[in-house]
């Protein structure tokens, strides 16, 4: 099985365990990942003014650069380029008089019109993988860790470019439990840890943050994971509740190396958690 994969800025940089894991996941899984040759950031943020069709040449153009690889499907990993990658795929296939100006505008590139699908890894594990196969492959389950699943705000919204309906997490947790940990789901599953405040004000994503954190604490889970860097950041060092990335537990679960997850770019507290728990060497 091979796959087209979009990485995306942060995967190459802070969030290199979000991209390391599950990469050295999908080569345990059996499935072979051809990055794009050539791609560009996505915009990070879908911007919803409507004659400011600049921004969506970012995303398209990766767009553009899976349709020249000759994939059909284009898989993603970070939260905020799943959701901006689909929602610029979504207006160049229901909005022709947009489509044909973005097209006209990058006339040195081939013509678009949405013919490959974005994917986000969790549908593309669970739907051409599946859980099964995942179970199989298992050998160094996370036991006896209580895990809560955390969307964020873009991995649902909106609703035609969600990854599952809104207010159901069935695929993060059906991944955990795959992987052997106790999936704990909590009210602040869905809600916004803060996401850029922090850089526009001292303390912006600390509340926000917390409030994640505590609702996750106090619904008896012991650390959140989740597919987001900011969202990673945030909970992690604003929200003060051990933080992983989903593709890290998968790895190890898979047998990748403590190394190969890059767990030093986690929380102290985090690296504890996995230690104590016997996840992780001492």
Not at 114 to 130: I, M, P, Q, R, S
């Amino acid at each position: 099985m091979k796959i087209s994969y979009y990485p995306g800025c942060t995967l190459k940089t802070k969030a290199r365990n979000l991209d390391v894991a599950a990469l050295a996941s999908l080569e345990k899984l059996g499935v072979e990942v051809r990055e794009l040759d050539r791609w560009n950031c996505c915009g990070a943020v879908f911007s919803l003014t409507n004659d400011d069709l600049i921004h969506m040449i970012g995303p398209v153009r990766n767009l553009v650069r899976a349709k020249e690889q000759g994939a059909d499907k284009l898989v993603t990993l970070c939260s905020m380029c799943y959701n901006t990658l689909a929602r610029a795929n979504q207006l160049i296939r229901n909005d022709k008089v947009k489509c044909a100006t973005i097209n006209r505008f990058m006339d040195e590139e081939i013509d678009y019109f949405g013919e490959v699908e974005v994917v986000h890894y969790l549908n593309f594990v669970k739907d051409d993988v599946g859980w099964d196969k995942v179970r199989e492959m298992v050998v160094a389950p996370v036991e006896n860790l209580r895990i809560a699943p955390y969307y964020g705000c873009t991995l649902q919204r909106p609703a035609d470019v969600g990854i599952e309906p809104f207010g159901s997490f069935e695929i993060m947790g059906g991944l955990l439990e795959a992987i052997g940990a106790e999936v704990t789901e909590f009210d602040a599953a869905d809600k916004c840890c803060g996401s850029y405040q922090l850089l526009t004000s001292e303390g912006g994503a600390e509340r926000p943050s917390a409030v994640v954190a505590d609702s996750a604490i106090r619904a008896g889970a012991e650390a959140v994971v989740t597919s987001c860097p900011l969202c990673e950041y945030n909970l992690g060092r604003q929200g003060g509740v051990p933080t992983y990335y989903f593709t890290q537990l998968l790895a190890v679960a898979l047998g990748v190396s403590e190394e190969e997850c890059h767990f030093q770019l986690n929380t102290p507290a985090s690296v504890d958690l996995l230690k104590e728990k016997g996840c992780l060497l001492v």
